[in-house]
Nanobody
Framework: QVQIVESGGGVVKPGESLTLSCKVTTDYTLPAMGWYRQAPGKERELVATMRTGNDMTYADFAKGRFFISRDAGKHTVYLHVTSVKPEDTAVYYC??????????WGQGTQVTVPT
């Protein structure tokens, strides 16, 4: 049984910061975790991933304002976003690569940055 719980979304004013959290409950190891997002009318896109050994990958748009971190012992991944912009408005999805089971997605958390 796998449970993925995201939190931290909401309405954020332009220029402010926010932190998203995602906790995965599973008996298996997690070689990788990360975040994707889907803006209205657009396809889901990678934001950042983090693999065992702190190997991080960021989308080009995310470099410099988005920061991924992970508490491996707690199966939790975080996404800290600074200086949010209206174009950051999207549903943010947690992604986890779970040993044996494969990739799994969270239900998503809405982030809205008004103009």
């Amino acid at each position: 049984q796998v449970q993925i719980v995201e939190s931290g979304g909401g309405v954020v004013k332009p220029g402010e910061s926010l932190t998203l959290s995602c906790k995965v409950t599973t008996d298996y190891t997690l070689p990788a975790m990360g975040w994707y997002r889907q803006a209205p009318g657009k396809e889901r896109e990678l934001v950042a991933t983090m693999r065992t050994g702190n190997d991080m990958t960021y989308a080009d748009f995310a470099k410099g304002r988005f920061f991924i971190s992970r508490d491996a012992g707690k199966h939790t991944v975080y996404l800290h976003v600074t200086s949010v912009k209206p174009e950051d408005t999207a549903v943010y999805y947690c992604w986890a690569q779970i040993a044996v089971l494969g990739p799994r997605w969270g239900q998503g958390t809405q982030v809205t940055v008004p103009t």
